[in-house]
């Protein structure tokens, strides 16, 4: 292919923290990011439902958070590295890894419906209820459920 060219050294610096030297490509290491990876989010909203979807590919329930203020949901996780990294080299690594934190703010203020919040596939599925108040709630997070 004319013009294809490594284009690993143009990550900027605080996208790679370098991991041991692997010996394979011209710069190796896991992409981390000093702020934080964000995940990708879809909002629909019916009536008075809105169900929120956050991609969260890699990421154990365990290590999921889900709170509601109000009208915003936040969201925190942490996608973990593999765990046995010796002996292996990457060749490509394009995979964020590290914690995450996410704000979504609603059209209004919302409560979290019976099923409250689960993943399945890799997706974070919340489902939540228009209401006049409401107080700060943690929403517990499981997996399977609905699809």
């Given at each position: 292919?004319?013009?294809w ?29 000093a ?16 169900w929120?979807?956050?991609e ?9 958070e ?8 936040e ?9 046995d ?5 990457f ?9 995450f ?14 099923e ?6 890799g ?10 108040g409401g ?12 699809a």
């Amino acid at each position: 292919m004319a013009g294809w060219r490594d284009r690993s050294d143009d990550f900027p610096d605080d996208l790679v923290m370098p991991i041991a030297p692997l010996g394979v490509g011209r710069r190796a290491g896991i992409l981390f990011r000093a702020s934080g990876w964000q995940p990708t989010v879809d909002v629909l909203v019916t009536g008075d439902r809105v169900w929120v979807r956050m991609e969260v590919a890699g990421v154990a329930e365990s290590d999921l958070e889900v709170r509601l203020r109000g009208n915003v949901v936040e969201v925190r996780g942490t996608r973990r590295p593999p765990e046995d990294l010796s002996g292996k080299g990457f060749y490509r690594a394009e995979i964020f890894y590290g914690a995450f934190e996410r704000r979504i703010t609603l059209p209004w203020r919302a409560r979290p419906v019976d099923e409250g919040a689960c993943v399945r596939y890799g997706i974070l599925d919340l489902w939540l209820q228009r209401c006049d108040g409401g107080e700060p709630a943690d929403v517990p997070v499981r997996g399977g459920g609905r699809a």
